[in-house]
């Protein structure tokens, strides 16, 4: 038994209809990243789980959608009180399977819990209009309705906090949700389920599937006729997979795809917050975020006194198992994600990057990744073109403004991008001529419930969070009332 305060928060079957389904045919493991410990066994949901999920939630939505803004809103604050609760059990789940230091663990369940908090309030202010019609006998009303049943593909990298910003917002518009939750990370999907079993959601209105027949599901959760809308968190790829999909059915369609985010320094930057944004923005999760610092680019002209700031506080960076105390780095999520990080620096290395920091595993077969810095990388290697999600700092020189923002608009993906300047008039400038969804200037963590989430480009479309993240949960209705004529 894993050492959890209260135990019964560790599930091993997908949730359905509010009920456990534990008579799965197959069954599957998860493993700690850490020391590749079992923690669990699973019963493996398939697609005839995920047929039977979507007509639950079909079924359950109605009466969901029927009761009032502020009631569903009730439900949803009982649910966060219980994520908060049980902070700790939570975090502890996440870092067991997933990696992550504790702390950060901690962090994004509390992150998860604030979506929940800010939609039982938005949910509130779901308003219409009234538009003056052309004519005076005439009114015309524009209402906004649930779009009905939304399914989604949650990822493993943050297995709390993507679930629960996408459930939130449906179950706030009065949509019922059902989700498959990534096969590295079910057991932190499944306590959310236990959670939101305790606070009240009725049974059909929140269905968690766990399973390894990813295909399958997927088949089902974006070609049943009974989804409404389809969101889905992960890479491009397979996110151009799933959007063809759903276009047999002209589903509704939220996608929040990969990125290669740059980290651009300019010349009259402040350094030191530089380097310590710079840390929070690559290091988090051992850089295995979409909104990671993937390509770092230093003016000409502060290269050498920022690399000597840079170098230290990164050789400082802990990296340990996520539970010990000073953990600041964890391992990789699996073998074939840290062997990507292994080729990607192997090959700029051939093609001329200087390796000054890292490079290696922490020990030979783990999956620690130590914090690696490369300079006199250039536009044309790999780990430039594609998404490291890993520990790694691709140094690019650039010689003046325009230099740097052609280097960092030269990608396909559009999520995030981050800049330092003390320059007003440059940070007006750059921050309109960046091809990217989400921009931090002079910050380094942009991520929060108030702020829209989402990107550009291949980055894909849609935002998640804000006052707009209930815009692709729900369809407008145009009222055109007659006859009102003395």
Not at 433 to 461: C, D, H, R, T, V
């Amino acid at each position: 038994m894993l050492p959890l305060q209260d135990p019964t928060l560790l599930k091993t079957a997908s949730y359905l209809n509010g009920a456990w389904y534990t008579q799965a045919k197959t069954q599957f493991a998860v493993y700690n990243p850490a020391d590749g410990t079992l923690l669990a066994t699973v019963a493996a949901a398939g697609a005839e789980h995920a047929t039977e999920a979507v007509e639950a939630a079909a079924a359950a939505q109605p009466a969901w959608a029927a009761l009032s803004a502020a009631e569903r809103a009730k439900v949803l604050k009982r649910w966060q009180q219980l994520f908060s609760q049980h902070e700790h059990d939570l975090a502890l789940l996440l870092t067991l399977e997933q990696g992550k230091p504790l702390h950060e663990a901690e962090a994004e369940i509390r992150y998860g819990a604030s979506y929940l908090e800010w939609f039982a309030e938005e949910a509130k202010r779901l308003y219409g209009s009234i538009i003056p019609a052309p004519s005076s006998d005439k009114r015309i009303l524009v209402q906004r309705q649930p779009v009905g049943v939304v399914s989604a593909i949650t990822p493993w990298n943050f297995p709390n906090a993507m679930l629960m910003r996408k459930a939130a917002a449906a179950l706030a518009a009065g949509c019922s949700f059902v989700v498959k939750a990534a096969q590295q990370t079910p057991l932190s999907a499944l306590a959310c389920a236990e959670l939101a079993h305790r606070a009240g959601i009725p049974a059909g209105v929140f269905n968690v599937l766990v399973g390894t027949d990813a295909q399958g599901i997927g088949e089902v959760l974006t070609r049943h006729p009974k989804v409404n809308k389809f969101s889905f968190t992960g890479s491009t790829a397979v996110g151009k997979k799933l959007l063809q999909q759903c276009a047999e059915g002209v589903k509704r369609v939220t996608m929040e795809l990969g990125g290669n985010a740059p980290f651009i320094v300019f010349a009259d930057a402040d350094l030191d917050a530089a380097v310590t944004g710079l840390l929070a923005a690559k290091f988090r999760n051992s850089g295995q975020t979409c909104v990671c610092a993937n390509r770092v680019l230093v003016d000409d002209r502060v290269l050498a006194p920022f690399l000597a700031k840079l170098l230290p506080a990164v050789a400082a960076l802990k990296v340990g198992v996520g539970t010990a105390a000073g953990t600041q780095l964890g391992p990789l999520i699996e073998e074939k994600a840290l062997v990507k990080v292994e080729q990607l620096v192997a090959d700029a290395i051939a093609k001329g990057a200087q390796l000054q920091l890292g490079g290696t595993r922490l020990t030979a077969h783990s999956l620690f990744y130590l914090p690696t810095i490369l300079t006199a990388v250039t536009p044309q290697m790999a780990l430039v073109q594609q998404e490291i999600f890993g520990p790694v700092l691709p140094i690019i020189r650039f010689s003046d403004e325009a230099d740097a923002i052609a280097l960092a608009n030269a990608t396909e993906y559009g999520l995030a991008a981050y800049f330092y300047s003390k320059d007003l008039g440059r940070v007006f400038r750059v921050a309109q001529a960046l091809q990217f969804g989400m921009l931090g200037i002079n910050e380094g963590i942009i991520s929060n419930a108030a702020a829209p989430f989402g990107g550009i480009k291949q980055s894909g479309y849609g935002r998640e969070g804000s006052q707009y993240g209930l815009d692709d949960y729900t369809d407008l209705k145009y009222l055109c009332i007659g006859g009102l004529a003395d």
